[in-house]
């Protein structure tokens, strides 16, 4: 890519080199029939009047090469519009990459950001060995974030929820305050008291 673009710069330079010559020509080209123009007047003030063909030979080769620079210069802008749209193509392209690198650069200044106030709060993993422990209710509960189909098993299960009572795959959600049941034990029952 790197080459291309300085292959392309070389190219854009050359024509513009090219496109600054073919203004020299024309520049030339005024001078020279200004210079014509006094030299006939100044010979006309000395009674010297160059014949007719004279001027139209000098007329018609003074239009050829104004054509011909006109063409050059017509094909120097194409040249240029084509190496134009081509560069900014490429810099199209390196903007894009340099966005990518801006936002995966800033997704993992959040992430280690996260991982800092977790550290902060939870203490360090690495430290602390029961996240090793519970690694796999972990992994249970952000299945869904990596599987579509333990999502759509997920979904699934809460949606048993939300079905009528009479529903034979779900029960729905209770309208009001969940009681609890007695307590089955006297164990159990010094704890919930």
């Given at each position: 890519?790197?080459?291309?673009?300085?292959?392309?710069?070389?190219?854009?330079?050359?024509?513009?080199?090219?496109?600054?010559?073919?203004?020299?020509?024309?520049?030339?080209?005024?001078?020279?029939?200004?210079?014509?123009?006094?030299r006939k007047e100044a010979a006309g003030r000395k009674g010297v009047c160059?014949?007719?063909?004279?001027?139209e030979a000098f007329e018609n080769q003074v239009e050829s090469l104004k054509?011909?620079?006109?063409?050059?210069?017509?094909?120097?802008?194409?040249?240029?519009?084509?190496?134009?749209?081509?560069?900014?193509?490429?810099?199209?392209?390196?903007?894009?990459?340099?966005?990518?690198?801006?936002?995966?650069?800033?997704?993992?200044?959040?992430?280690?950001?996260?991982?800092?106030?977790?550290?902060?709060?939870?203490?360090?993993?690495?430290?602390?060995?029961?996240?090793?422990?519970?690694?796999?209710?972990?992994?249970?509960?952000l299945q869904a974030e990596h599987s579509v189909a333990a999502l759509i098993?997920?979904?699934?299960?809460?949606?048993?929820?939300?079905?009528?009572?009479?529903?034979?795959?779900?029960?729905?959600?209770?309208?009001?305050?969940?009681?609890?049941?007695?307590?089955?034990?006297?164990?159990?029952?010094?704890?919930?008291?």
């Open positions: 890519e790197q080459e291309l673009k300085a292959a392309a710069d070389s190219v854009l330079s050359e024509v513009r080199k090219k496109q600054a010559d073919t203004k020299r020509m024309m520049d030339v080209l005024r001078a020279l029939e200004k210079l014509r123009k006094l160059p014949p007719p063909s004279a001027d054509t011909l620079l006109k063409n050059r210069t017509e094909l120097y802008e194409a040249e240029e519009r084509a190496l134009r749209v081509m560069l900014e193509g490429e810099q199209e392209e390196e903007r894009k990459r340099e966005m990518e690198k801006k936002q995966k650069k800033e997704r993992e200044k959040l992430l280690q950001q996260k991982l800092e106030i977790d550290s902060k709060l939870f203490g360090d993993p690495d430290e602390f060995p029961l996240a090793h422990l519970l690694q796999p209710f972990r992994e249970y509960y098993q997920i979904r699934h299960e809460w949606d048993q929820y939300l079905v009528p009572a009479d529903h034979p795959e779900g029960s729905c959600i209770p309208p009001g305050w969940v009681l609890p049941s007695l307590p089955t034990n006297d164990t159990w029952a010094t704890a919930v008291r």
